[in-house]
């Protein structure tokens, strides 16, 4: 039997005073997921909202999906999932990843999003803390069998009591196409219940996983909407694996098809799978994360095919530096918008009407006029305009803390509600943040800080350099060292690190910041979404 839900305590809700003003302004609009797809599904039934390219290529109207998505749940319900029950999602951008969801939403049972790179650790820890009562999968993606994976995880969490898998050869477990049934009246969420829990974006031991409602996650994708000109004429292309909060609500998969939009699921980001797709389906906007910007701001020169639909391309999930933000545009041929936030809900934007330096050098304003935003010192005493600090926030769509994580909640929210995200930014005099980096990774020199940030975009400047990673390694006098890791530009002579350093040294910056060690490698190592691993370059720095 899977645990009870206890309000407040698995997730701790907003005060009441603040859930009245979020709904007298207008933010949470009363809506759930199930209830948008259905009346999507009323309003234009014959417009195609999911596109799933992978031969044989795949569409659903909208009126075909939410169909789907009514068996489905009640199939579902049949194998005794029910709501407030907890299901492990791991699938790659394939259609069925948004009929499970949906059908869950519409059930008012809780997806739990894994990454299709989690293995046995990482999925059986989120099975056995969520009493997940079920685990999706593919038969195979990436030449990993999740079958075998599951088989292994089924017998480490009691509570789980199915496994569905997406294909033809499900083993011992259940084909998804098994499931549906003939569609039945369920008894759905209401809009403030938790609709998802998401994983947060630490790097450092477990991830806490994050509670959203369907009052405060819908009102950030119709705010995102706005600001990024989402409609029905959008065609979105899902390149990142669309169980993350990036490409799932900014404006991401979910904006779209509440815009009456359409999907389209990428297989993989490179550019010689995406850029075809953006060709033929008609591409009109997509989201990137800064290393896959880079590869396609340098392949789109070369590519034959045609990329003039494309209109925006939002770059978020980490910093992008300047010096690349400065080349997107040019090479692609659309309007670049940055995006910077989290999981946990602030979400910031620069705007269409933003001058092309604001584009480049800001990380935006956040979504809603209620998003408060402080920026403070070590003592937590708000830093000047212009200052550097950490940032805080508390908002309509900012949770109030992790799903039973009592003593993460203690550290990583204020009494007041303020969420302390980890990131160090200044906040320009018209309202917009710019990012210096993760508290974490700042360096600590023999008490000289360096804002790694800082160094890589100056050598994302040099011509030779394709992409940069600083990090900070332990030194036994100075406390930490600069490592520069370089990725050098596939048709560029050859460096030596004495070269990087005199750069990074006649840009006239402070002789401490000149790095203390470079190194050349062929790649980074990544995190599930694509985005640089210092974690992971740390760790092998300190084992050289």
């Not at 809506?31 to 309003?43: D, K, P, Q, Y």
């Not at 990436?142 to 088989?151: N, T």
């Not at 304003?365 to 305009?385: F, N």
């Not at 394709?466 to 530009?489: F, K, N, T």
Request: proline letters at 8%.
């Amino acid at each position: 039997m899977t645990s009870p839900l206890t309000p407040g305590v698995d997730a701790p809700t907003w005060p009441a005073e603040y859930a009245e003003r979020y709904r007298a302004a207008g933010y949470w609009r009363g809506e759930t997921f199930g209830g948008v797809l259905r009346e999507r599904a009323a309003s234009h039934p014959d417009r195609i909202a999911l596109v799933d390219p992978a031969p044989p290529r795949r569409t659903w109207t909208y009126r075909q999906l939410d169909d789907q998505v009514d068996r489905l749940a009640a199939g579902f319900v049949a194998r005794g999932i029910r709501k407030g029950d907890r299901v492990v999602v791991q699938l790659p951008n394939v259609g069925e990843f948004v009929e499970v969801v949906f059908a869950l939403f519409r059930i008012g049972a809780l997806p739990v999003y894994a990454l299709p790179a989690h293995r046995e650790s990482e999925i059986a820890y989120f099975c056995s803390f969520t009493d997940a009562v079920a685990y999706v999968i593919p038969e195979r993606h990436a030449g990993f069998d999740h079958r075998a994976l599951a088989s292994k995880v089924r017998a480490e969490a009691p509570s789980l009591k199915h496994v569905f898998v997406v294909g033809d050869d499900p083993g011992e477990h259940t084909a998804l196409s098994e499931v549906p049934s003939e569609p039945a009246e369920l008894d759905g969420p209401e809009p403030h219940q938790l609709a998802f829990l998401q994983l947060s974006g630490g790097t450092t031991g477990r991830p806490k996983l994050i509670p959203r409602t369907h009052d405060d996650y819908l009102y950030s994708l119709w705010g995102s909407n706005e600001i990024c000109g989402v409609d029905a004429d959008t065609r979105f292309l899902v390149v990142l694996p669309a169980a993350h909060n990036y490409p799932m609500s900014s404006p991401g998969w979910l904006g779209v098809l509440y815009a009456g939009g359409t999907v389209v699921l990428a297989p993989a980001p490179d550019p010689d799978t995406a850029f075809p797709l953006v060709a033929s389906e008609r591409i009109t906007m997509t989201g990137l994360v800064p290393p896959l910007a880079l590869v396609w701001t340098d392949s789109a020169a070369g590519t034959a095919h045609d990329l003039s639909t494309l209109e925006l391309v939002l770059v978020g999930g980490a910093k992008y530096s300047e010096q690349a933000a400065r080349r997107l545009e040019p090479a692609l041929g659309c309007r670049l918008m940055q995006v910077f936030g989290m999981a946990e809900g602030l979400v910031n934007y620069t705007r269409l009407d933003d001058d092309p330096e604001t584009v480049v050098a800001t990380q935006g304003l956040p979504i809603s006029p209620d998003d408060e935003v402080r920026v403070v010192d070590d003592a937590d005493q708000d830093v000047p305009d212009g200052g550097f600090g950490h940032l805080l926030t508390r908002g309509p769509y900012t949770i109030r803390g992790y799903w039973r994580a009592p003593e993460h909640n203690a550290r990583s929210f204020t009494a007041g509600g303020f969420y302390r995200t980890g990131d160090i930014v200044r906040r320009t005099p018209t309202g917009h943040l710019v990012v210096e980096g993760r508290a974490k990774d700042q360096i600590n020199r023999g008490g000289e800080k360096i804002a790694p940030e800082e160094i890589e975009n100056i050598l994302l400047a040099h011509p030779a350099v394709h992409d940069v990673s600083v990090v900070g390694v332990p030194d036994e006098y100075l406390g930490e060292r600069s490592l520069a890791y370089v990725i050098l530009r596939a048709d560029a002579e050859p460096l030596r690190p004495v070269a990087v350093k005199r750069f990074v040294r006649e840009r006239g910056v402070a002789a401490y910041k000149v790095p203390d060690l470079v190194e050349f490698v062929d790649a980074f190592p990544q995190t599930g979404i694509g985005k640089i691993s210092k974690k992971h370059q740390r760790s092998a720095a300190e084992q050289h």
